[in-house]
């Protein structure tokens, strides 16, 4: 232990790893007691045990152990106030406060709480906000480079604060949903940085919005999102870009939006990437899937010329969900666009074969269930290649 705190339960844990339980972990309850802590539970420092730590460390400093510091004491939402308040009253504040809540920040858990709890959130939302009035006007684009560091900065701490399930729900409704809007001019118009910040803040917001508000996402959101997985702004913002179409993808309209947007072929590129990781690639998958669920989705696929050969390729290549969600795609095709030349493509790239190879090794049933599917679909285009062995013959019909 290095800073002891006792929650009301009277059991004491070390401050980093009881936030840690709370905080990021989304735990309500004591770890040792079982019971129920409240949201905004107090942790009171233990002052005797942390001397008592502090003591014995001087005593065995012979042995190289190092005297623990003495811990800051957390901020409390009134010191946060009160500093939010003189960076509304004078802007030559507004710097110093954002550089003040991000070192506050990143102190602790607790202090990502109080901050939050402050309304330290709604006044970082209205930096970009305000951004991106100022770009609007006749003057905007001459003091675009002067705002882009405070918003960069009020991004940055949005991001690590780790804001609850409430306060982002607060950002997707607040302002008439004008700051879904406002994370996509930033994607739009701003630097790599804030870029990769807004397409991450846009992720964890859409997990907690409600349906109606996913169906209603614009058209340019998509589009700049799939600009980011084409820029390749870092790994991170790839990743939150993938899951951010994971999650509004099930949608129809979404879907529709989301191949307008050029998604299928940037996927498609990405997927021909060798390095790329197993998360990467069955995150992919997953939204080529839920793409292809939709004409539009299809014919952009058959219209790229390794879109079906490298859906194939990845089957038995990169795990068990990744070869499940390939398969599908190709179920997809072959229900609903399997036109002759299409059918004669799979043959000759391959896929006909993989389809085999998927009955015969051991892999989840839903895909083995997939794979014949798809075979028996296409039995009579199929059925005299000399790629399907002769004892799944019995497969076809006559």
Not at 9 to 32: H, Q, V
Not at 82 to 95: D, F, G, T, V
Not at 144 to 168: F, Q, T, W, Y
Not at 254 to 282: P, T, W
Request: hydrophobic share 40%.
């Amino acid at each position: 232990m290095k800073d002891p705190v006792t929650v009301p339960t009277g059991i004491t844990y070390d401050r980093e790893s009881i936030e840690k339980w709370l905080f990021a972990g989304k735990n309500n309850t004591c770890p040792m007691t079982k019971q129920v802590l409240s949201s905004e539970c107090e942790l009171t420092p233990n002052h005797t045990l942390r001397r008592l730590i502090q003591s014995w460390c001087t005593l065995n400093a012979s042995y190289g152990i190092e005297r623990i510091p003495t811990p800051k004491p957390p901020i409390n939402k009134a010191q946060i106030t009160k500093l939010l308040n003189e960076a509304a009253r004078s802007p030559q504040m507004q710097i110093k406060c954002l550089k003040k809540l991000r070192s506050i920040a990143a102190e602790n858990e607790t202090n990502k709480r109080c901050l939050e709890s402050a309304g330290a959130v709604e006044f970082l939302a209205s930096f970009v906000t305000n951004s991106n009035a100022m770009e609007e006007s006749p003057e905007g684009f001459d003091n675009l480079h002067e705002s882009s560091r405070p918003v960069d900065e009020a991004l940055s701490i949005l991001c690590n604060l780790k804001i609850s399930e409430l306060g982002l729900k607060s950002l997707v409704m607040g302002r008439n949903g004008t700051f879904v809007d406002s994370l996509t001019q930033i994607m739009q118009r701003g630097t790599y940085e804030s870029r990769a910040y807004a397409v991450l803040l846009l992720k964890s917001m859409l997990e907690v919005a409600e349906p109606m508000q996913l169906i209603s996402l614009r058209q340019e959101l998509f589009v700049e999102v799939i600009q980011v997985l084409h820029d390749h702004i870092s790994q991170q913002a790839s990743k939150s870009a993938l899951e951010l179409l994971v999650n509004t993808c099930p949608w129809g309209r979404n879907r529709i939006k989301g191949v307008e947007a050029g998604a299928v072929s940037i996927l498609i590129d990405l997927l021909l990437d060798s390095s790329l990781e197993r998360r990467a690639s069955e995150m992919i998958l997953t939204v080529l899937d839920l793409l292809c669920q939709c004409a539009e989705g299809r014919a952009e696929l058959l219209k790229h010329g390794a879109g079906l050969a490298i859906v194939s390729k990845k089957i038995l290549r990169v795990s068990q969900v990744a070869s499940e969600r390939a398969v599908r795609i190709l179920l997809s095709i072959s229900k609903f666009s399997a036109t002759n030349s299409v059918l004669q493509e799979m043959l000759q790239i391959g896929v006909v074969a993989k389809l085999c190879l998927v009955l015969q090794v051991d892999n989840s049933t839903k895909t083995k269930d997939k794979a014949r599917e798809v075979l028996k679909l296409h039995a009579r285009a199929w059925k005299n290649s000399p790629c399907v062995p002769e004892n799944l013959l019995s497969l076809f019909p006559a």
